[in-house]
Nanobody, 120 residues
Framework: VQLQAFGGGLVQAGGSLRLSCTVS????????MGWYRQAPGNQREWVAT???????AYVDTVKGRFTISRDSAKNTVYLQMSVLKPEDTAVYYC???????????????WGQGTLVTVSS
């Protein structure tokens, strides 16, 4: 099982970016999906989560600016980021909580990270 994140880049403050993350390989089911980020010199920080039922949650600093969504048919999670600020600059990591085999344990799988740089 592999997760791959796309969509990072350089954007000016106030701009928008959309990140996506797709899983490949064999697995039985996906439950939660989400995003973390890690800014230089900082610890990894949770950003947003979406459940299998579509319920979402966000860290306070991105509420109203970021939107998480999922396409279950495509096994993909998205993060639409708007009104970006320089403090949003970080490597963004996606994760998915997967059950690889029927009856097996669920665990988190991580993507490789995609860099978002917001210039002032």
């Amino acid at each position: 099982v592999q997760l791959q994140a796309f969509g990072g880049g350089l954007v000016q403050a106030g701009g928008s970016l959309r990140l996506s993350c797709t899983v490949s390989g064999s697995f039985f089911s996906i439950s939660g999906m989400g995003w973390y980020r890690q800014a230089p010199g900082n610890q990894r920080e949770w950003v947003a989560t979406i459940t299998s039922g579509g319920a979402s949650a966000y860290v306070d600093t991105v509420k109203g600016r970021f939107t998480i969504s999922r396409d279950s048919a495509k096994n993909t999670v998205y993060l639409q980021m708007s009104v970006l600020k320089p403090e949003d600059t970080a490597v963004y990591y996606c994760y998915m909580n997967l059950r690889v085999v029927n009856g097996g344990k669920r665990r988190d799988y991580w993507g490789q990270g995609t860099l978002v740089t917001v210039s002032s």
